[in-house]
T-cell receptor, first 119, second 113 residues
Framework: EAQVTQNPRYLITVTGKKLTVTCSQN?????MSWYRQDPGLGLRQIYY???????DKGDVPEGYKVSRKEKRNFPLILESPSPNQTSLYFC??????????????????FGPGTRLTVL | GEDVEQSLFLSVREGDSSVINCTYT??????LYWYKQEPGAGLQLLTY?????DMKQDQRLTVLLNKKDKHLSLRIADTQTGDSAIYFC?????????????FGAGTRLAVHP
């Protein structure tokens, strides 16, 4: 089954304790992205990756790191989590990178989400 | 700048039609999307419309696009309790110097008996 998976689904941690949220897709997608969802703000992009070893900052990258060593995996790393990073996180992937003139090749498919609480 | 706006809440009675509205700013977007997020789940692509279309119908879903007013709507006929979810409107645009998918804040649809 074609899907985007994330782990863990739920995580409660304390300030400063490093954590990693994994994301994996089995669709051979080039483009992967991390978003955070906060009430009333919709989804905001944290980081994205155009392909292996190509990553770049989104709108809210502070406090996060990513890596893309393999095409299928795109982990999100919080080196020193803080309470303002309490949020719902989504990983997404698409066959091709975003392009407003393109077709459904860049339709993004989302993982189930990771709810993170930082105390 | 690029922005997508939606009302935050909508409450309808089961069996009625729901209409969720969205306004967007980038008139050059080729595709506009509706995503659905059920409780505890990720976003699921519900439907999309190509910008040269005015309307797209898919079973109980009807998408209307008014390019002149940059207005997109999603109509759900015969709304059921299983339609209770958050619905996000989204478009691709250039923001901050690169192409990305821009989401509205989401409309929470509550269906009551």
């Amino acid at each position: 089954e074609a899907q985007v998976t994330q782990n863990p689904r739920y995580l409660i941690t304390v300030t400063g304790k490093k954590l990693t949220v994994t994301c994996s897709q089995n669709m051979n997608h080039e483009y992967m992205s991390w978003y955070r969802q906060d009430p009333g703000l919709g989804l905001r992009q944290i980081y994205y990756s155009m392909n292996v070893e190509v990553t770049d900052k989104g709108d809210v990258p502070e406090g996060y790191k990513v890596s893309r060593k393999e095409k299928r995996n795109f982990p999100l790393i919080l080196e020193s989590p803080s309470p303002n990073q309490t949020s719902l996180y989504f990983c997404a992937s698409s066959l091709k990178p975003p392009d407003r003139l393109a077709g459904v090749l860049n339709t993004q498919y989302f993982g189930p989400g990771t709810r993170l609480t930082v105390l | 700048g690029e922005d997508v706006e939606q009302s935050l809440f909508l409450s309808v009675r089961e069996g009625d039609s729901s209409v969720i509205n969205c306004t967007y700013t980038d008139s050059s977007s080729t595709y506009l999307y509706w995503y659905k997020q059920e409780p505890g789940a990720g976003l699921q692509l519900l439907t999309y419309i190509f910008s040269n279309m005015d309307m797209k119908q898919d079973q109980r879903l009807t998408v209307l696009l008014n390019k002149k007013d940059k207005h997109l709507s999603l109509r759900i006929a015969d709304t059921q309790t299983g339609d209770s979810a958050i619905y996000f409107c989204a478009e691709y645009s250039i923001s901050g110097g690169y192409n990305k998918l821009i989401f509205g804040a989401g409309t929470r649809l509550a269906v009551h008996p």
